[in-house]
């Protein structure tokens, strides 16, 4: 198959081409062929009795295969044929099968969709890379809509996006960098790509595909296509303060006993955001030390039980976001690395109002001009803080939970916002408060 894809455009929402065809035999699956038995006589103790029509359901190979696999078992004295469904045998465990599967589940117990060959993996993640998207200024004002950002900032933004290449964020607490990284990932809402169920290496079975990160998507639409590949959104996957450096690594279940990818993996043709970089538990030297490879090649090398190493692709965009200096954390080798780094800053007077009517009206709320004025001016004035673009929603939230409270309906009207502002803003101007925790500025002179 040819593997060479041309720039994608992705305001058409296209999909990028899948794998190859459906394999018509076990031979051509791309797995060896008892590591498919093992897996198909570990189905059919947990679920069965069933039709071959139903293995093929459930090991996602099509019937022609699924049927070749079931003869291979019954050849064996591992199954057997208990009725006919029309043309169809329903088949079940033998007592010698049993005992069989029993063994192989003490083993692994991974019983799910026939896995992809490593070889197939690879070659798939190339062809969907992220290097291979092409973006456009509509498609970044699509997925930035909901967020208030400067043209320039949005435009940086998006050239960081057709590089395909790590990002870094920065910028002091609540000016919206978690926000930015999200709304970059959602850029790509409309691509779609293929993620296996599960990955075969040497033996050994790695899952790829989740739900919570994939989402549920769909299976090939063609007779033709190979049902081990799930058709769904390019992936988002979010760490953050929880980082190890063990979870940088394949994940081994030692109760089922198969491998779960690493974040990295389950992102690749994706998004990885290291939100709050710096405070994970890992050094940020360490990570970017393993990471300088991946990073720079495109690769990354994962350690099975054992010791044996496999190379994977590292094909994501990785979003850094901090709340430090690049210069604190990154030395000169990987500053050049991360090619682009974009600050986020304090916002405008302008930005803040249009944030907050637009945070009023996701709670059916409305605040008049003055109110907004006034707050901005204790805001700065009073509290000596900057605006940033978390404010508005933060101070709306504490309204509404002020007003469930006391079984009210929430307002936003000076004395409310005042009282959510002294609950928000530390230390506050106690001069502002009479001793009833009531709003009372000095008169203006």
């Known amino acids: 198959m040819n593997t060479a894809v041309d720039k994608i455009d992705i305001l058409k929402g296209a999909i990028v081409a899948g794998p190859e065809l459906k394999p018509r035999t076990i031979a051509e699956v791309g797995v060896r062929e008892s590591i498919l038995e093992d897996i ?7 679920y069965g009795p069933f039709s071959v029509a139903d293995l093929s359901a459930h090991s996602r190979l099509s019937y022609d295969a699924a049927e070749q696999l079931f003869n291979r078992l019954r050849a064996k004295l591992l199954c057997e044929v208990t009725g006919m469904i029309g043309t169809v045998p329903e088949i079940a465990i033998s007592s010698q099968g049993r005992t069989r599967a029993l063994e192989l589940l003490s083993q692994n117990q991974y019983s799910g969709a026939m896995p992809v060959s490593l070889a197939s993996y690879v070659a798939q993640v190339r ?13 970044v004002e699509r997925a930035f809509a909901h967020l208030v950002f400067d043209t320039d900032v949005l435009s940086e933004l998006g050239s960081a996006l057709n590089s395909g290449n790590a990002v870094f964020l920065y910028g002091p ?7 930015a990284a999200e709304a970059m990932a959602h850029v790509f809402a409309e691509n779609e790509v293929w993620i296996p169920f599960a990955v075969e290496v040497v033996g050994q079975i790695i899952t790829v595909y989740d739900p ?8 090939a639409d063609s007779e033709d ?8 959104k390019r992936p988002t996957v979010t760490v953050g303060g929880e980082l190890t450096v063990d979870m940088l690594d394949l994940q081994f279940n030692p109760i ?7 974040p990295q993996m389950k992102a690749n043709n994706g998004v990885l955001v290291i939100d709050d970089f710096g405070r994970q538990r890992i050094p940020p030297e360490d990570l970017l030390n393993r990471w300088v490879v991946p990073l720079d090649r495109g690769i990354e090398f994962l350690t099975l039980a054992g010791g044996r190493k496999i190379e994977i692709p590292f094909e994501m965009l990785v979003v850094f976001a901090s709340n430090r200096d690049p210069r604190s954390v990154l030395d000169a080798a990987f500053l050049r690395r991360i090619q682009t780094k974009i ?9 803040f109002c249009e944030i907050f009517r637009s945070v009023a009206r996701d709670h059916q709320l409305q605040v008049e001009q003055d109110v907004l004025i006034e707050l901005i001016r204790v805001i700065r004035s009073h509290f000596k803080e900057d605006l940033r673009a978390c404010q ?12 469930t409270y006391e079984g009210l309906e929430p307002r936003l009207d000076q004395a409310s916002l005042m009282r959510a502002a002294k609950s928000y803003f530390l230390p506050p101007d106690q001069t502002l408060f009479n001793d009833r925790g009531i709003y009372a500025p000095p008169l203006r002179e």
């Open 343 to 351: 600050k986020l800053g304090t916002i405008s007077e302008d930005q």
């Open 225 to 232: 296509g190979d049902r081990r590949w799930v058709r769904c």
């Open 40 to 46: 198909a006589l570990k189905t059919l103790y947990l």
């Open 212 to 219: 919570a990160i994939h989402g549920y998507g769909t299976d």
């Open 127 to 139: 062809k969907q890379s992220m290097r291979n998207v092409k973006v456009q200024p509509a498609d």
């Open 173 to 179: 607490p609540g000016v919206g960098k978690t926000a």
């Open 392 to 403: 508005p929603r933060d101070l709306v939230n504490q309204v509404c939970w002020k007003a």
């Open 256 to 262: 089922t006993n198969y491998y779960d990818g690493p």
